[in-house]
């Protein structure tokens, strides 16, 4: 059984940085795409940012680029989410999701596999 787990979340000033953490037990696959999406208060999901199994591959949100950047440890089965120069506007419940079947992208079908979220407020 697949379980996905975020961690990291918190309260931080505008222009601070968190680094969001995705731990992944039951791979079912060494071929995977790992992916963050957000969700604000009001908001439907959308997409952050991926990566590819070998993580040559990443991807992001335009709102999100130059400020995150994530990245994976297959060591340790987790993905990271490092977020800089944060905004009121990043505010969000962060979810990690995990997919096995070579799909991933930045819609939510590509994804299989979810977390219960982590939450990140940023104050102005």
């Known amino acids: 059984q697949v379980h996905v787990v975020e961690s990291g979340g918190g309260l931080v000033q505008a222009g601070g940085s968190l680094r969001l953490s995705c731990a992944v037990s039951?791979?079912?696959?060494?071929?995977?795409?790992m992916g963050w999406f957000r969700q604000a208060p009001g908001k439907e999901r959308e997409f952050v940012a991926a990566?590819?199994?070998?993580?040559?591959?990443?991807y992001y949100a335009d709102s999100v680029k130059g400020r995150f950047t994530i990245s994976g440890d297959n060591a340790k089965n987790t993905v990271y989410l490092q977020m800089n120069s944060l905004k009121p506007e990043d505010t969000a419940v962060y979810y990690c999701?995990?997919?096995?079947?070579?799909?991933?992208?930045?819609?939510?079908?590509?994804?299989?596999?979810w977390g219960q979220g982590t939450q990140v407020t940023v104050s102005c």
């Open positions: 039951g791979r079912t696959s060494s071929r995977y795409v």
């Open positions: 990566l590819n199994w070998n993580g040559v591959i990443t």
């Open positions: 999701a995990a997919d096995f079947g070579g799909l991933g992208g930045v819609t939510e079908r590509g994804y299989d596999y």
